[in-house]
């Protein structure tokens, strides 16, 4: 049987949801304590695109808060370009960027 | 001190209420297709009102501070008025989870000043709920009983159990209790319990259906009203302040219902800890053999606790998963345990 999930994708294609910045500032606070760098939203007349950074704190955590954004924001659907990347710093690397980006610019 | 510092006492996420969640009876008019306690209108299996009485004052002077009643159907009790006045006249808060179905003008002035939020169970739409339910009058017969309760001022809200097949309705259930002026919808991930064994084994939402609901709950709380909760715990909160889950700090004489919490009484008289169907090796015992303050006193919590510590042990490590039903996890974690011990 399907998903619920994947009823609620195609509910809010057709129903036109697009992202909301207070959405997905709760979201991100909800993965962690984490520092965030910058981000940009844009879209008119209801954001539709986020591009944000963030530090985290070794290895385990990248690949936990990777991890916990995939879950939550991978499967939203948006049907457009989208995608987390990671930046290490330092040799060896003990903090990692994270670039996340839903929707396309 | 443990590095959490002294903020949390509570073993479990219920926000620092010492819960007791009762059982009265198994009696229902329903026979959910989830009902975790196997509870139907062919069930006798209850709890006699004095006992109940007793345990709720008994809980009272362990520092619980909210009775909650559920069942079966708490309706078909009838001792409800009594428990609730007894806890009341202790200083609780009270909540009852019902059906809806059987909530006539009559009983919403019973209850009225009784019970401080009314729970109704819901589970999506009309369609959704009567399947569940196995009756095709029990959306209708529930809604139609609304608006007198409305009117009357009682608070009331919705209990939505979320599946692994039905996260997409609900927002149809925040904008029905919109509607009809509910305070709230609580939304309660599916227990492999009772009759869902059987019925919904393949059911129980996994990780990606808790964050799709953790989603539709921002969501749907940025349209005003009513007030949404979602019973998980995230990876975060079980990183930042594990004291919350795991009472590192209580002291040795402090009242058991100022740390652990529920304590739950069920319909055989016997009180577990957090959740109904606790396995009986970490059960407190029955209150058919002693009052709940012995008990208490004669209870050894250290088995709890140390299964409480392997459960985020093992949700706080590299792998654990980003959203999780705590009680859920400590419940599987409490049976493996005890399936050890057997085999050994």
Same mark, same amino acid.
């Given at each position: 049987?399907?998903?619920?999930?994947?009823?609620?994708?195609?509910?809010?294609?057709?129903?036109?949801?697009?992202?909301?910045?207070?959405?997905?500032?709760?979201?991100?606070?909800?993965?962690?304590?984490?520092?965030?760098?910058?981000?940009?939203?844009?879209?008119?007349?209801?954001?539709?695109?986020?591009?944000?950074?963030?530090?985290?704190?070794?290895?385990?955590?990248?690949?936990?808060?990777?991890?916990?954004?995939?879950?939550?924001?991978?499967?939203?659907?948006?049907?457009?370009?989208?995608?987390?990347?990671?930046?290490?710093?330092?040799?060896?690397?003990?903090?990692?960027?994270?670039?996340?980006?839903?929707?396309?610019? | 001190?443990?590095?959490?510092?002294?903020?949390?006492?509570?073993?479990?996420?219920?926000?620092?209420?010492?819960?007791?969640?009762?059982?009265?009876?198994?009696?229902?008019?329903?026979?959910?297709?989830?009902?975790?306690?196997?509870?139907?209108?062919?069930?006798?299996?209850?709890?006699?009102?004095?006992?109940?009485?007793?345990?709720?004052?008994?809980?009272?002077?362990?520092?619980?501070?909210?009775?909650?009643?559920?069942?079966?159907?708490?309706?078909?009790?009838?001792?409800?008025?009594?428990?609730?006045?007894?806890?009341?006249?202790?200083?609780?808060?009270? &909540?009852?989870?019902?059906?809806?179905?059987? $909530? !006539?003008? +009559?009983? =919403?002035? /019973? @209850?009225?000043?009784? #019970?401080?939020?009314?729970?109704?169970?819901?589970?999506?739409?009309?369609?959704?709920?009567?399947?569940?339910?196995?009756?095709?009058?029990?959306?209708?017969?529930?809604?139609?009983?609304?608006?007198?309760?409305?009117?009357?001022? &009682?608070?009331?809200?919705?209990?939505?159990? $979320? !599946?692994? +097949?039905? =996260?997409? /309705? @609900?927002?149809?259930? #925040?904008?029905?209790?919109?509607?009809?002026?509910?305070?709230?919808?609580?939304?309660?991930?599916?227990?492999?319990?009772?009759?869902?064994?059987?019925?919904?084994?393949?059911?129980?939402?996994?990780?990606?259906?808790?964050?799709?609901?953790?989603?539709?709950?921002?969501?749907?709380?940025?349209?005003?009203?009513?007030?949404?909760?979602?019973?998980?715990?995230?990876?975060?909160?079980?990183?930042?302040?594990?004291?919350?889950?795991?009472?590192?700090?209580?002291?040795?004489?402090?009242?058991?219902?100022?740390?652990?919490?529920?304590?739950?009484?069920?319909?055989?008289?016997?009180?577990?800890?957090?959740?109904?169907?606790?396995?009986?090796?970490?059960?407190?015992?029955?209150?058919?053999?002693?009052?709940?303050?012995?008990?208490?006193?004669?209870?050894?919590?250290?088995?709890?606790?140390?299964?409480?510590?392997?459960?985020?042990?093992?949700?706080?490590?590299?792998?654990?998963?980003?959203?999780?039903?705590?009680?859920?996890?400590?419940?599987?974690?409490?049976?493996?345990?005890?399936?050890?011990?057997?085999?050994?």
């Amino acid at each position: 049987m399907e998903r619920g999930s994947a009823r609620l994708l195609d509910d809010w294609k057709n129903g036109g949801f697009v992202l909301e910045e207070r959405l997905i500032e709760r979201l991100l606070k909800s993965t962690g304590s984490l520092v965030i760098d910058s981000w940009y939203i844009k879209g008119q007349p209801r954001p539709d695109w986020l591009h944000t950074s963030f530090d985290v704190d070794g290895v385990e955590q990248c690949g936990t808060v990777v991890k916990d954004i995939a879950a939550t924001l991978g499967g939203l659907g948006l049907g457009r370009a989208g995608g987390i990347r990671v930046f290490p710093k330092g040799i060896p690397a003990d903090v990692f960027t994270i670039e996340l980006q839903v929707g396309a610019p | 001190m443990s590095p959490a510092g002294t903020a949390g006492r509570v073993v479990g996420p219920t926000g620092g209420h010492g819960i007791l969640q009762v059982h009265p009876t198994r009696r229902c008019n329903l026979r959910c297709r989830h009902c975790y306690s196997s509870s139907g209108p062919d069930v006798a299996q209850s709890v006699p009102v004095d006992v109940v009485r007793q345990v709720v004052d008994d809980a009272a002077g362990l520092g619980c501070t909210v009775l909650g009643v559920s069942g079966g159907e708490p309706l078909l009790y009838p001792g409800l008025g009594t428990v609730l006045r007894s806890a009341r006249g202790a200083g609780m808060t009270t &909540t009852v989870t019902t059906n809806g179905m059987l $909530l !006539t003008p +009559r009983r =919403v002035d /019973e @209850l009225a000043g009784q #019970v401080d939020v009314l729970a109704i169970s819901l589970d999506g739409s009309p369609e959704s709920h009567a399947a569940m339910r196995g009756d095709p009058r029990a959306f209708s017969r529930m809604a139609g009983r609304l608006s007198y309760l409305a009117a009357s001022g &009682t608070t009331f809200g919705f209990v939505f159990t $979320l !599946t692994q +097949r039905n =996260v997409h /309705e @609900l927002d149809w259930v #925040v904008r029905f209790a919109r509607e009809v002026g509910a305070g709230l919808v609580q939304v309660h991930p599916l227990e492999a319990e009772g009759y869902a064994v059987d019925n919904l084994a393949d059911d129980v939402p996994d990780v990606v259906e808790l964050a799709f609901a953790a989603v539709e709950v921002l969501r749907t709380a940025d349209g005003g009203g009513p007030y949404l909760q979602i019973d998980v715990a995230s990876r975060h909160d079980l990183l930042a302040d594990p004291a919350r889950f795991l009472a590192l700090e209580h002291a040795p004489d402090a009242p058991l219902g100022t740390w652990l919490t529920p304590l739950v009484l069920e319909a055989d008289g016997t009180v577990v800890p957090l959740t109904y169907g606790f396995p009986r090796p970490f059960a407190l015992g029955s209150v058919h053999d002693a009052p709940l303050r012995t008990l208490a006193a004669r209870w050894d919590p250290d088995p709890l606790l140390s299964v409480a510590r392997r459960t985020h042990a093992r949700l706080a490590g590299p792998q654990g998963p980003a959203l999780t039903n705590w009680y859920t996890e400590v419940l599987a974690t409490a049976r493996a345990r005890r399936l050890s011990l057997t085999v050994a």
